[in-house]
C-alpha cells in the first residue's frame, strides 16, 4: 500500500465512524463511540480490502481512494440530522483491467457486500448470548456490517450492487435478500 492509499482509507474510516456515532460523541458516549470505532474499521476496512484482495487475486491492480465530496457529504448530513442519516458513499476501491471482463468486476465488486453480511452473520450469535458490556460491542459491529451490506447491494451506479446487478440478477437478488435479511435482523434485536 502506498501513503496515498493509506492516508485515503483512515481518513475515510474515520469519516464514517463520525457519521455512525455522532450522536454518541455528542453525547460523550465514549463506550459506544468505542463500539462504532471498532464497528467502522472492521465493517468498512474489511468491505474495501476484500474488494481489493479478491481484484488482486485475479491479476487486477486495485487501489483504494477517497471520494472527498462524498467524505463532506457524509459530514453534513450526519451533523444536520444529528445522526439520524447515514450516507457511506466515502470513496472505492478503484481496478484496472487491461481487459474489461465483466463477469471479473461483478466478483470484485461482489466480495464487499458478502464481506459484510458474513460478518454481520458471526456477530449475531454473540450479540444474542447476551454477555454483558460484550453483546452491545458485537450487535453495533453486526449493525454496521449489515447496514454497509444492504446500502452497497443497492443497484445504483456506482455502488457495487450496480456491478452485480448487470452481469448476474440472481447474485444480485441473492445478495440483496442476504443483506436484507441481515440488516432486518439487526434493526430488530
Known amino acids: 500500500m ?18 455512525f456515532s455522532i450522536n454518541y460523541i455528542a453525547r460523550g ?5 468505542l463500539a462504532y470505532l471498532f464497528a467502522t474499521i472492521t465493517a468498512f476496512l474489511l468491505h474495501e480490502l476484500a474488494h ?11 487501489i483504494y481512494r477517497a471520494w472527498y465530496p462524498g467524505l463532506l457529504l457524509a ?14 458513499a466515502p470513496g472505492a476501491v478503484e481496478i484496472y483491467m487491461p481487459i474489461y471482463i ?3 468486476e461483478a466478483d ?16 449475531l450469535p454473540l450479540t444474542l448470548i447476551h454477555i454483558p458490556r460484550i453483546s452491545s ?25 450496480f456491478k452485480v446487478f448487470r452481469v448476474s440478477k440472481v447474485r444480485w437478488i441473492i445478495t440483496l435478500i442476504l443483506a436484507i435479511a441481515m440488516w432486518l435482523t439487526y434493526m430488530f434485536l
Request: net charge neutral.
Open 2 to 19: 502506498d501513503f496515498r492509499e493509506l492516508f485515503d482509507l483512515f481518513v475515510s474510516t474515520m469519516v464514517v465512524f463520525l457519521a
Open 29 to 33: 458516549d465514549v463506550k459506544m463511540m
Open 52 to 62: 481489493r484482495w479478491v481484484a488482486r487475486s485475479h491479476g487486477v491492480y486495485a
Open 75 to 88: 459530514l453534513l448530513l450526519a451533523i444536520g440530522t444529528r445522526g439520524s442519516f447515514v450516507f457511506v
Open 102 to 104: 465483466p463477469q471479473l
Open 108 to 123: 470484485i465488486a461482489i466480495a464487499g457486500p458478502m464481506t459484510n453480511v458474513a460478518a454481520a452473520l458471526i456477530c
Open 137 to 161: 460491542y458485537f450487535y453495533v459491529i453486526g449493525y454496521v456490517n449489515a447496514f454497509l451490506a444492504f446500502f452497497n447491494i443497492l443497484p445504483i451506479p456506482p455502488l457495487d450492487g
